[in-house]
């Protein structure tokens, strides 16, 4: 999925809440990680992401998308 934050409506908790009920949902179901993409210049949602626990790595990976 993908998960945005408007940025008039950032640093209001709306991305906090939403990422903890995608992590809550996916506990109860059985889950052990979760893996999210990030690019490396997107220096706020690293930031983000961080602050909530999660840890990153950097690779080399490159995602294509087509739309139809």
Do not use: T
Not at 39 to 56: D, P
């Amino acid at each position: 999925f993908h998960l945005a934050v408007r940025p008039d409506y950032q640093k209001c908790g709306i991305g906090r809440m939403l990422v903890g009920r995608v992590e809550d949902i996916m506990r109860a179901r059985g889950q052990k990680h979760l893996y999210c993409s990030v690019l490396v210049e997107n220096k706020g949602s690293l930031h983000f992401f961080r602050k909530q626990g999660w840890s990153f790595e950097k690779r080399e990976e490159v995602f294509g998308r087509k739309e139809l």
